[in-house]
Nanobody
Framework: QVQLVESGGGLVQAGGSLRLSCAASGRTFSNYVMGWFRQAPGKEREFVAAITWSGTNTAYADSVKGRFTISRDNAKSTVYLQMSSLKPEDTAVYYC????????????????WGQGTQVTVSA
């Protein structure tokens, strides 16, 4: 089992920045591909970003390319999502997830999920 705990969400004005963190425990963190997803009210959960085991490769949704950056620190068993130039449409609950496969842009690629952290971007 892998336990994931997100933090760093909050309320920010449009154009602002936030950094989300996801701390993992339970199994060897570097064995897992890590991803971020988000879900807005009334919408399906959507892929945001993913990163490979060592951090060599990353993938992003088109809607966040150039604004969001995913990174990981295997020594700290933590994955990050740096979000910049935030827009109201980025408002959602953000979830981190752990899986074994790459590429991993679909939620079915992931086996473990955190409880989510709310990000609200005001206009």
């Amino acid at each position: 089992q892998v336990q994931l705990v997100e933090s760093g969400g909050g309320l920010v004005q449009a154009g602002g920045s936030l950094r989300l963190s996801c701390a993992a425990s339970g199994r060897t963190f570097s064995n897992y591909v890590m991803g971020w997803f988000r879900q807005a009210p009334g919408k399906e959960r959507e892929f945001v970003a993913a990163i490979t085991w060592s951090g060599t490769n990353t993938a992003y949704a088109d809607s966040v390319k150039g604004r969001f950056t995913i990174s990981r620190d295997n020594a700290k068993s933590t994955v990050y999502l740096q979000m910049s130039s935030l827009k109201p449409e980025d408002t959602a609950v953000y979830y981190c997830a752990a899986g074994l496969d790459w590429p991993a842009t679909g939620y079915r690629h992931y086996d473990y999920w955190g409880q989510g952290t709310q990000v609200t971007v005001s206009a």
